[in-house]
């Protein structure tokens, strides 16, 4: 267990639904990114959130947004669901500005969409 | 941008056994190392990092991987594995300037067999 926690562990949509996946940091985590990794695939980075802003990017469309929160909490929104968006998304907390800046995953939501 | 390859992607061993997964990587500069394990039903995990000094780095669980620069390679090995070896392993880099992105290899899917 790391600490992170994501709801919820699965979801079902359909194509050009939208969608709302949260994640919990560890404690004394300032720092969360979100990966998507699909089936019989390494993670990809989607993007990461710094003092409720976004800081950093991967190579994914406007529709995947997200949001941190005070307490460094975070949500990813995607909207206009594609069936290709079907996979496990990951959320990794860490502290920014720690030398090793070790990422902690949480156990991720699996998205399917239909 | 870096890229990750993980040249096994399943690999069945004897207990017993030892073990090598390949990772070469492919970017200019310094980079930091990682290898991370996926349990059945289990979040990712990390086993070990480089990010200097020494190129032969240990993890837990007997694991150890050696930075080899003029290959831009990072090999895992363990001289012996267990049944209880049985996941996906991911081998990821992290470029000094790149924030928190960590760009994953495809995984190799590793079965013990007891």
């Known amino acids: 267990e790391t600490g992170v926690t994501q709801s919820p562990t699965h979801l079902i949509k359909t194509r050009g639904q939208q969608v709302t996946l949260r994640c919990s940091s560890q404690?004394?985590?300032?720092?969360v990114s979100w990966y998507q990794q699909a089936l019989g695939q390494g993670p990809q980075f989607i993007f990461q959130y710094y003092r409720e802003e976004e800081n950093g990017r991967g190579n994914f469309p406007p529709r995947f947004s997200g949001l941190q929160f005070p307490n460094y909490s975070s949500e990813l929104n995607v909207n206009a669901l594609e069936l290709d968006d079907s996979a496990l998304y990951l959320c990794a907390s860490s502290q920014s500005g720690s030398r090793w800046n070790e990422q902690f995953f949480g156990p991720g939501t699996r998205l399917t969409v239909l | 941008a870096q890229s990750v390859s993980q040249h096994n992607h399943h690999v069945i061993l004897s207990e017993a056994a030892s073990l090598e997964l390949g990772c070469n990587y492919s970017?200019?500069?310094?980079?930091?190392l990682f290898w991370y394990v996926q349990y059945p039903g289990q979040h990712l995990q990390l086993l070990l990092k480089?990010?200097?000094?020494?190129?032969l780095v240990k993890g837990i669980k007997g694991f150890e991987a050696e930075f080899i620069k003029s290959k831009f390679s990072f090999n895992l090995r363990k001289p012996s594995v267990q049944w209880s070896d049985t996941a996906e392993y991911f081998c990821a880099v992290k470029a000094p300037d790149a924030g928190n992105m960590l760009t994953f290899g495809g995984g190799t899917r590793l079965m013990v067999k007891p």
């Open positions: 404690s004394g985590h300032n720092t």
């Open positions: 970017y200019g500069g310094t980079v930091n």
């Open positions: 480089y990010f200097s000094g020494d190129p």
